[in-house]
């Protein structure tokens, strides 16, 4: 689509319709970055966006920001008041020069202690020993790190123990740390351990500190006080050994912008280079709700039953308000194309029935759900119920769709898309007579505006298809809130055809405006 507009108006600039000036088009992606480490990745916590990245698909040695997914399997599976106690295999198996904590055999913690030991001090005996109390053993817990990680999406990591020390199949890649660091810096409890700037372990915890014991995080950002500070900072993790070289992992904030940044095998460079990251992350981009622009979907509440249909429950479709999308700072929404994907993964809301992925060229900058939310207290095949809860948007979705409960024959709908094509002829028409040209420039026109109604049905025609085959896999799910796969396929063609109206409409505004 982008393609064919862009001749439509590079035709008329060389036919003098319009200014000589730069015609309207998407803001490029931004660039002109470098970092010194071998790999290296920021990434829009909230979307999911990556903004930047260097071989971040590329496996590295993560040395102990492996630390991050053993703290978050650690709080989502154990309860932070159990107690832990240090086995001579946590605390006497660690290479020589291991970070540690100072535990001995026998030595007690709770997982609240042990976690801020684990990703303040990076104790690598405590990781050892949230691995045991959490799995039984240090190898039946690196497989669970494994399955945890491959339902994030991480394609190019493998994990051989909690703690990050060097071992030549524990890796992992900037993509996939990035993945992992976004799913940790969305869960409060870890956000509010790793935040800190130190913690005290208590008198007559630990042998080696009868008196107590305060240690302090390795994260020089996090330090006020220190040269390397960055404003906005949330937390994150260092990580070094001999093979991995530098790792860090930071995430901060700045004017609803959080944004992770992961270097991997730096040379002395890591601060630097996230440093570097992080302020072209929130120098050029911006973050925008979606549900506050997406308007495509806005029409299914009010045409939910349509052709007549009365589901079991009233149901409306609607975007999760939590979701966004990362533009560059001259980017506007209606820059961005959008797909479904019925094919839903376990992390999928139970509500929703879709994904929505959002594309800005062919970068993903976001996703949504597409969620059925059902009214209470609606009564199959009456309108009465829906005026007794005060619900006149339902009532007036079920009096629309009741005119409209005969099926209109084929000639019906060929008069319809020939009056569409019409009516957007004349709008093609009416732009350029304001623009004073001659008959050849209107039939040239005229010619683009089939070939793109041309394109436009090819592409629904494909999706329909792809539609018929997803049928099998989406019926179950649908069946949750009273729905065939027939009445869902209705809803979708629609709204389709009325985003892709909606978008032409957009480009015709702005056309005129110029």
Known sequence: MKKIFSVLLCLSLFLGCLPADKAWAAAEWPSGISISADGGIVMDVNSGAVLYGKNINESYYPASITKILTALIIIENCDLDDIV???????NTLEPGATILGARTGDQLSVRDCLYALLLQSANEVANALAEHCSGSIEAFADLMNR???SLGCTNSH?????????????TSAYDMALISQAAFENPTFVEIDSTTYYDVLAGQLQQYPNGWRYYAHHRMLKKNDSVYYDGIIGGKTGYTSLAGNTLVTCAERDG????????????THYTDTRTLLDFGFQNFKSIAIADKDST???IENDL???GIIPGESTRLSIDKGSVITLPNGGDFSDVTSSLDYNLKGSAPDTAVARIDYMYGNIKVGQAFLEANTIPGFTPGTIEALESSGDSGAVATIEVTAKAAETPDPVQMDQSKENQISNSSEKISSVFSILKKVLFVIAVLAVIGA????ILSYREYRKQKELSLRRERRESRLKRWGYSVTEFDMIMEEHLRSKNKYKKQGFWDRLRRR
């Open 148 to 150: 945890k990680a491959e």
């Open 305 to 307: 039953t349509i052709s």
């Open 451 to 454: 070939l793109v109604f041309g």
């Open 85 to 91: 106690t240090f086995s001579h295999t946590a605390v």
């Open 257 to 268: 912008l959080r944004l992770v940044a992961v270097v991997l095998n730096g040379h002395q």
């Open 297 to 299: 979907y806005q029409k």
């Open 159 to 171: 994990f051989a123990n909690p703690s990050g020390l060097n071992n030549e199949n524990h890796y």
